[in-house]
């Protein structure tokens, strides 16, 4: 008799199923264990808080093994369209949708910041504690009194959002997880054109850049803002490697002006720019059209049509930069022939263009960034306080590797009666900073030839892990990044390995876990694997027996 296969093929709906069911466990035991506001907070000890606990591990080591299993449909012979993946993400989102706030109160500091900028205060100089009212008390109590370091992009839309929810806290937290879902709508579009674009397969793409635990726990039931700021990025890069450099420069630096690690997104920019300058002399997103008048040059530089008065005014700025720093006649080689034409390019911008297409595009991208972001601040009215609220403060308890080697170092110093103590902490976080520099130098200069948004993705990852703060969500924008341009499968699955791992690492209230929290999230863990194993055990069973078998 034909021994049965212990690793029966897996089915995308099998997955849909499991994970939807992990993903409603999480948000039934949210109601109870999540970041709830102030007055609906259960004591940690009730038999309703710790039921919640163990329901939100339930289902979370569900949604993990579903998303698992899944991607070895992704890599298996008949893999999941990017459609039906795409549905898979509706499907697990949708019950986190209706959530309370999961694994962290940032959300209701989004919601207070935006009421303070719709009431007019100035939010890069002063704290939550500014405003009072309920939504203050929501506040965690280190961020109460801190300046925002968020840009005048994502401040614009949770004003948008106090202003249309009155500043009502359900209300606005809904309004800034509909924001979160917008930038979720983006990283979803932009994943499978990147990933043609870095030849990577789209469907894997998605299946470890949008449907992973961090994105739906994070990003969906976290409302944080990383979404709009990779959804952004994630568009921009994509249209840098369409050929349309001015509009990705743009967006990329709409995405630096909602957090500012995605500035890096602009030397990727310049990269492909300055590529596509020096292999054909003519950026590719401009028509190769023989530049013979003054009207062929503007329409060449126009674009995409903008029909807003600001953009039409910004696009008027990034023409006049433009036409000095890039004139549009073809470089001549010995493959292009010269094209006839009456326009007379000075020849020492040709050959500063043709000798140096990385300071071409370089200039260009800082320009277009400047006008961007000159005309963003002036639309928002926030102004430039943003420059100096970027250094924010770390939380004491905060688990990144320097930070974490600070406190040791510094309980090892007082322990010896060291005056220096009070320095390990500062020099750790510097140490951290120059190993950051350090290997996105590397990273650059190893892949930026050929893999530029790869090594964007390894050089966003370097930052969040060797920051002085680190949160499980800051991954994201790297992994983003290495699931659409990740050269190697090993790559792809060490990334999917730290996802199922960091996803387990947060209690769903955002607070720090006690002994007997610890037990109940384990419990609910095993509980899932016990499920999961009996679950496999049944389909393992054949539907009959055959006739005659001795089994």
Not at 328 to 344: D, E, K, Q
Request: hydrophobic share 50%.
């Amino acid at each position: 008799m034909p021994s049965i296969r212990l690793r029966l093929p897996v089915e995308p709906r099998h997955c849909q199923l499991v994970g939807l069911v992990g993903s409603a466990a999480l948000a039934a035991g949210g109601a109870s264990a999540g970041a709830l506001p102030v007055r609906e907070v259960l004591d940690p000890g009730s038999g309703r808080a710790a039921l919640g606990l163990v329901g939100v591990y339930f289902g979370l080591v569900l949604l993990i093994a579903a998303w698992w299993m899944l991607g070895r449909a992704v890599r298996g012979p008949g893999p999941p369209s990017p459609r039906t993946l795409l549905l898979t993400l509706a499907l697990w989102a949708a019950p986190l949708v209706v959530a309370p706030p999961l694994f962290s109160r940032d959300v209701y500091s989004y919601v207070a910041q935006g009421a303070m900028v719709d009431a007019q205060l100035d939010v890069y100089a002063y704290g939550p504690s500014r405003l009072g009212g309920p939504l203050t008390a929501e506040v965690a109590p280190l961020w109460r009194d801190t300046p925002t370091p968020y840009g005048p992009v994502f401040l614009a839309c949770a004003s948008a959002v106090a202003g249309v929810t009155r500043a009502q806290m359900s209300t606005g937290v809904f309004g800034m997880r509909l924001v979160a879902l917008l930038g979720l709508g983006l990283m979803a579009a932009a994943l499978p054109r990147l990933a043609r674009h870095c030849g990577a397969d789209p469907a894997a793409a998605l299946w470890l850049g949008a449907l992973n635990p961090l994105v739906l726990l994070h990003l969906v039931a976290g409302a944080h803002n990383d979404a709009v700021m990779l959804g952004l990025m994630g568009t921009g890069l994509v249209a840098a490697l369409g050929g349309r450099p001015v509009p990705a420069t743009v967006l990329v630096t709409l995405a630096a002006l909602v957090k500012a690690p995605a500035a890096l997104g602009l030397v990727a920019v310049a990269l492909i720019w300055a590529r596509s300058i020096g292999t054909t002399g003519v950026p590719t997103s401009w028509p190769r059209t023989t530049p013979g008048s003054a009207r062929d040059r503007r329409s060449a530089l126009s674009g995409p049509p903008l029909r807003t008065l600001p953009a039409r005014l910004l696009l008027r700025l990034l023409r006049l930069l433009l036409l000095r720093l890039a004139p549009l006649r073809p470089v001549r080689t010995s493959r292009m022939p010269p094209a006839p034409t009456t326009l007379r390019t000075p020849r020492t911008l040709l050959t500063l263009r043709a000798r140096f297409p990385r300071l071409t595009a370089g200039l260009a991208v800082l320009g277009v960034c400047a006008a961007t972001t000159t005309a963003t601040t002036a639309l928002t009215g926030t102004g430039y306080g943003w420059l100096a609220a970027l250094d924010t403060p770390v939380s004491p308890g905060n688990w990144s590797l320097t930070s974490t080697l600070g406190r040791m170092t510094t309980t090892l110093l007082k322990d010896a009666g060291s005056a220096l103590a009070p320095l390990a902490a500062p020099t750790w976080h510097l140490l951290g900073l120059a190993a950051t520099a350090l290997a996105t130098l590397l990273a650059w200069r190893r892949h930026h030839a050929l893999r530029p948004v790869y090594a964007l993705g390894l050089s966003l990852t370097a930052v969040a892990l060797l920051g002085p703060a680190i949160r499980p969500w800051y991954v994201l924008w790297g992994l983003f990044l290495i699931a659409a341009a990740g050269p190697v499968r090993s790559v792809r699955r060490s990334a999917a390995a730290a996802s199922g791992v960091l996803a387990l690492a947060v209690l769903p209230s955002g607070f720090a876990p006690d002994g007997a929290q610890l037990t109940q999230a384990v419990s609910g863990g095993l509980l899932a694997v016990a499920a999961l194993w009996c679950a496999h055990r049944i389909a393992r069973r054949p539907a009959h027996r055959p006739l005659g078998s001795t089994a």
